[in-house]
């Protein structure tokens, strides 16, 4: 194959690859279009209705929250909800909010060195304002501290598109625990039980949301992962090949100019 013909090959191959491309970014449009943008849009006038209603009835809800290293809980209670959107007619992003409080700081001692340094990494890592006062010894040696905890914060449930994976990111932080939980949905998993079912965890009567998802969110990942060590391997082998044919080629070229070679 001469250099034209293998230009020519390489054109071809990048048109066919640019036209999947092109293709596939249509069908992720679409799909956007079609259910994912409908589905924020169902889920934000759904959500608004469900934040008037919980601000006017002021129901009780309490959770329960750890907030040191040692499992210490404490009951926060929800209020102040509020629905967003980005847009009404290009929709990316729905949210739901509202604020879990406790009165007081929460204050605790811990009375042994070695969980000092625990517990300020546990509050660190869960973004929790706090203070610490050190007890030391004459030698200034520590010996415990006292901390106080500022458990009050803002629960959060985010609704994303993911227009290129045509799916929907849910994000919540700060509600079943301090920090994010993420999970992964298609657009014809929201459906009236979803939405029910989302109801009831918000309003804490359904601790078993989504742990079905988890799995199937394991699964996925593992799936997507085999399907990638398959398309590397098929590359290698095609590598492979060409390596081969290029080896031949070179060979035969060889091979037709043996009689320069001395004998």
Same mark, same amino acid.
């Given at each position: 194959?001469?250099?034209?013909?293998?230009?020519?090959?390489?054109?071809?191959?990048?048109?066919?690859?640019?036209?999947?491309?092109?293709?596939?970014?249509?069908?992720? !449009?679409?799909?956007?279009?079609?259910?994912?943008?409908?589905?924020?849009?169902?889920?934000?006038?759904?959500?608004?209705?469900?934040?008037?209603?919980?601000?006017?009835?002021?129901? $009780?809800?309490?959770?329960?929250?750890?907030?040191?290293?040692?499992?210490?809980?404490?009951?926060?209670?929800?209020?102040?909800?509020?629905?967003?959107?980005?847009?009404?007619?290009?929709?990316?992003?729905?949210?739901?909010?509202?604020?879990?409080?406790?009165?007081?700081?929460?204050?605790?001692?811990?009375?042994?060195?070695?969980?000092?340094?625990?517990? @300020?990494?546990?509050?660190?890592?869960?973004?929790?304002?706090?203070?610490?006062?050190?007890?030391?010894?004459?030698?200034?040696?520590?010996?415990?501290?006292?901390?106080?905890?500022?458990?009050?914060?803002?629960?959060?449930?985010?609704?994303?598109?993911?227009? $290129?994976?045509?799916?929907?990111?849910?994000?919540? @932080?700060?509600?079943?625990?301090?920090?994010?939980?993420?999970?992964?949905?298609?657009?014809?998993?929201?459906?009236?039980?979803?939405?029910?079912?989302?109801?009831?965890?918000?309003?804490?009567?359904?601790?078993?949301?989504?742990?079905?998802?988890?799995?199937?969110?394991?699964? !996925?990942? @593992?799936?997507?992962?085999? $399907?990638? $060590?398959?398309?590397?391997?098929?590359?290698?082998?095609?590598?492979?090949?060409?390596?081969?044919?290029?080896?031949?080629?070179?060979?035969?070229?060889?091979?037709?100019?043996?009689?320069?070679?001395?004998?």
């Amino acid at each position: 194959m001469g250099v034209l013909d293998d230009l020519r090959q390489q054109a071809s191959e990048q048109e066919a690859m640019d036209e999947q491309a092109n293709s596939s970014k249509a069908n992720a !449009e679409e799909v956007y279009r079609t259910q994912t943008q409908p589905k924020l849009m169902e889920l934000y006038t759904h959500l608004l209705e469900l934040s008037k209603h919980l601000n006017f009835l002021k129901k $009780e809800i309490r959770a329960t929250y750890i907030v040191n290293a040692e499992d210490l809980g404490i009951e926060l209670l929800q209020r102040d909800y509020l629905a967003h959107i980005d847009s009404t007619s290009d929709t990316k992003l729905v949210t739901f909010a509202f604020k879990v409080v406790y009165p007081n700081n929460v204050e605790f001692s811990v009375n042994e060195p070695q969980k000092v340094a625990s517990n @300020i990494q546990f509050l660190q890592n869960k973004q929790l304002q706090h203070q610490v006062a050190e007890r030391r010894n004459d030698k200034g040696q520590l010996q415990g501290a006292r901390f106080a905890v500022k458990a009050s914060t803002v629960a959060k449930f985010s609704f994303e598109a993911d227009i $290129e994976n045509s799916t929907i990111k849910l994000t919540y @932080i700060n509600f079943d625990e301090y920090g994010p939980i993420s999970h992964v949905l298609k657009p014809e998993s929201i459906n009236d039980d979803f939405i029910d079912q989302l109801d009831r965890f918000i309003i804490r009567e359904n601790k078993d949301f989504l742990k079905e998802n988890v799995a199937e969110d394991v699964r !996925e990942q @593992i799936r997507l992962k085999i $399907e990638q $060590e398959k398309r590397e391997r098929m590359e290698e082998l095609q590598a492979a090949e060409k390596l081969r044919e290029e080896e031949a080629k070179s060979s035969e070229k060889a091979g037709g100019f043996g009689f320069f070679k001395k004998k």
